[in-house]
């Protein structure tokens, strides 16, 4: 069961199936946590487009949008005619040329009375009992229609009038479109007017297929979006598996590393520290400066054997004179009181001799 489910979940989530779908953020966990969604979501591809609508309400709405087109462009094409003619119109304030006045003046009586005929006709359709607009009739307003021969002339020259307008406005088209045809000849204008509509209607048919295609990779972004979040929780618990496996494994031996460059990092301070003493030595002390203090130290030693020389008579001096017992000591206390007597009476003496 669980493989025809997978089997399924795998045609599902081909690309060309969820092209038929709208767009959803489906993985295969869900289809395996869901067996029937898959069968589900292929019996639904069936009658489904990629917008939502069933097939048949979508062949009705494509049917609809071509009707809605054909009217829309049948209406515009009306829809420039009028606003050529009120453009032209508007020219009589400007004072045209005295040739077109007159054109110029039957053909707005011409709009004006077709305008008044289309409202009382509309006044006078409506449902129910209408008063029509002060009393008047159709009738009445085609009275005020310019002669038959006015309007015979204005409307000969009225498709040579619409021609030249709509030629200008395709020039203007074509300027903007194409810019640098404004250098090219007359001739070569036209011939790029004749071009200026299927190559409006290619970019056209490109800008369509460019938001087409923008529409899908929105919706591939939106289960990129779904999908990341998964992926990255995935990822999470492997490296803290990884972590858990194998980071005390090896805390062993990266402290025995890291204990490593610690001691020869310190051995190279020490190292550096006795590179600097020496060299604070070597600046303090010169060549001439070490040849005086050699000078000093011999000098030093010499004197110092010396004193050693007379410790050592003195010591053998005074070691003969303690083997004498201690009757020579009494003796020498007794020399000594002599001396400090006689001393004391050669002062007093030289005190007398002063007087």
Request: hydrophobic share 35%.
């Amino acid at each position: 069961m669980m493989s025809v489910s997978g089997t399924v979940g795998s045609q599902v989530l081909q690309e060309g199936c969820r092209s038929q779908l709208p767009p959803c953020s489906l993985t295969d966990e869900d289809l395996a946590t869901h067996p029937g969604l898959a069968s589900l979501l292929t019996v639904l591809s069936k009658h489904m487009d990629s917008t939502g609508l069933s097939v048949s309400l979508a062949h009705q709405m494509e049917e609809a949008k071509k009707e809605l087109q054909l009217r829309r462009a049948n209406w515009l094409k009306w829809e420039i005619l009028h606003r050529l003619l009120q453009e032209a119109l508007r020219e009589l304030i400007a004072g045209p040329a005295p040739q077109d006045r007159k054109f110029l003046e039957v053909l707005e009586q011409q709009l004006l009375v077709g305008e008044l005929k289309r409202m009382l006709d509309l006044s006078s359709s409506a449902q129910g009992p209408q008063p029509s607009i002060l009393g008047l009739k159709s009738s009445d307003v085609l009275e005020l229609l310019p002669s038959k021969q006015e309007l015979e002339h204005m409307q000969k020259l009225l498709p040579l009038e619409l021609e030249k307008r709509l030629k200008s406005k395709c020039l203007s088209l074509l300027s903007y479109y194409c810019p640098e045809s404004d250098g090219s000849g007359e001739t070569v204008r036209s011939a790029m007017l004749g071009t200026l509509a299927g190559s409006l209607s290619a970019e056209k048919q490109h800008l369509r297929e460019a938001h087409t295609r923008h529409q899908e990779l929105v919706g591939l972004l939106e289960q990129q979006k779904a999908a990341y979040p998964q992926a990255l929780l995935r990822c999470l618990s492997i490296l803290k598996q990884l972590a858990r496996e194998h980071r005390l494994g090896t805390q062993s031996e990266l402290d025995h590393l890291n204990t490593q460059y610690l001691e020869m990092k310190c051995n190279a301070m020490f190292l550096k520290i006795r590179l600097e003493e020496l060299n604070i030595l070597l600046e303090t002390y010169t060549p001439e400066k070490v040849e005086v203090h050699r000078t000093m130290r011999d000098s030093l030693e010499a004197a110092l054997s010396q004193e050693e020389q007379g410790l050592a008579t003195s010591q053998k001096i005074l070691s003969n004179y303690e083997t004498l017992g201690p009757e020579f000591e009494e003796l020498v206390k007794e020399y000594a009181r002599l001396q400090a007597v006689i001393e004391n009476r050669r002062w007093v003496l030289t005190e007398f001799n002063k007087d």
